[in-house]
């Protein structure tokens, strides 16, 4: 167990520094990453997925002149129709604009890139394998079996875990070894060997190539979404977060609470002990909250000294529950003794019959303010 962390602190080594022990899980298997960093992925995906196909779109049609110019009637001609029926394919990818964010979605996008030129492959082979071609005729035609190298290759563009490319990776291997029944006699064992071999090692490049991108966005999409102060949620992440939750609210219609947290006379804090100090507190503060609450729920800093509550699948009744337990917890100490202190408003969808997140926020708000105005120290969810 111990010397299996060590590896795992020396790969850690090789990523940047900013990822976590616990994130490098976050290369292997993507079922583990959290949604922010998902719709980013996504997005990146799919970008690179229209990219890919518009540089192929761009170059399997050129590519027939030299086949007109090398090769004999009709395999040219056989060619160049499944060249064109190639780009066709290309083009549809291109026009392909997906908006629902979800990691199937860009997974399909892949699978399309990725079957066009494996079908291409498998099909040209088929086609070149009822010819004996010679000289310059015969290169050309040898071209056509770098295709699965190429595509292997092009895996490294991507920012995915090694399960995924590993899965994405099988179809190629899979066609290359196929594309051998074709002329199975001819087949020189040692040299296929080899070539398996190079497709291998090509998917192992990839791989650590994928994932060292992903370690990157991992670290990039920390960075972006975490306030630098308190390592919570940063305001803008918290907006995404809760647009995305509140759709899964609505979608499962289940319960979802906003609670705004505002801490009493934190001014004062600040001019009586120092901003340092001030600093302390909402570090301390922001702890405290993370440990009270539930794994799932989450907590953004919405601007100095207040915060947000997100509580997933969480009723009214259920979050004044939680947040009197986090009250009654304490949320940090005056140096002179006395109990920091927060007011808090909450809102809930269904209880207030909104799915539009700034309308709870706002309503959240709102409630804080009546705490204040009712004494501070408290917990308000009507009004
Ligand atoms: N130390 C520290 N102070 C901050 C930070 N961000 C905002 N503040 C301070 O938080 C204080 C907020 O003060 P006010 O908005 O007047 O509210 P308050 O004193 O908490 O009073 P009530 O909210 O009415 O109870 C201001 O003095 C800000 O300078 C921060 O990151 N660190």
Request: net charge neutral; proline share 4%.
């Amino acid at each position: 167990m111990l010397t299996t962390k060590i590896i795992w602190q020396r790969l850690l080594g090789l990523l940047p520094g900013e990822v976590t022990l616990n994130e490098t899980r976050w290369l292997i298997r993507p079922c583990l990453h959290m949604p922010l960093m998902e719709q980013r992925r996504v997005r990146m995906i799919v970008n690179r997925v229209r990219l890919f196909a518009t540089l192929f779109a761009a170059l399997t049609p050129l590519w027939i002149i030299v086949d007109v110019l090398t090769l004999p009637f009709p395999l040219w001609l056989q060619l160049a129709i499944l060249r064109l029926l190639a780009t066709i394919a290309f083009g549809t990818l291109v026009m392909w604009h997906p908006q629902d964010g979800r990691l199937a979605t860009a997974y399909q996008g892949m699978a399309t890139l990725f079957a066009i030129p494996t079908l291409f492959y498998l099909i040209s082979h088929l086609l070149l394998s009822h010819h004996q071609l010679q000289g310059i005729s015969a290169a050309i035609g040898t071209g056509y079996a770098f295709l699965p190298f190429v595509l292997l290759a092009g895996f490294a563009i991507f920012p995915l875990t090694l399960f995924e490319t590993l899965t994405f990776s099988a179809p190629v291997l899979c066609a290359y070894a196929l594309a051998l029944m074709f002329n199975w006699e001819e087949v020189s064992w040692p040299s296929f060997g080899g070539q398996f071999w190079l497709l291998f090692l090509l998917t192992g490049v990839a791989s650590l190539a994928s994932m060292s991108q992903l370690a990157f966005i991992i670290a990039l999409v920390n960075q972006a979404i975490h306030d630098p102060l308190t390592g919570t949620f940063s305001r803008r992440s918290g907006e995404e977060m809760l647009n995305l939750h509140l759709s899964f609210a609505r979608r499962n219609n289940s319960p979802f609470t906003v609670a705004f947290l505002d801490i009493d006379h934190f001014k004062s804090i600040n001019d009586r002990f120092g901003h340092e100090f001030g600093d302390r507190v909402l570090q301390q503060l922001t702890q405290t909250v993370t440990h009270c609450l539930r794994r799932g729920d989450i907590v953004v800093r919405w601007g100095g000294e207040e915060f947000l509550l997100l509580l997933n699948n969480t009723d009214l009744h259920q979050a004044a529950h939680a947040l009197e337990r986090l009250r009654q917890h304490g949320l940090g100490m005056h140096p002179d003794g006395r109990q920091i202190t927060a007011s808090i408003g909450i809102a809930e969808r269904i209880a207030d019959g909104t799915d539009d997140w700034k309308v709870l926020v706002e309503k959240a708000d709102t409630r804080m303010y009546l705490a204040k105005q009712g004494g501070r120290d408290r917990l308000v969810f009507e009004g």
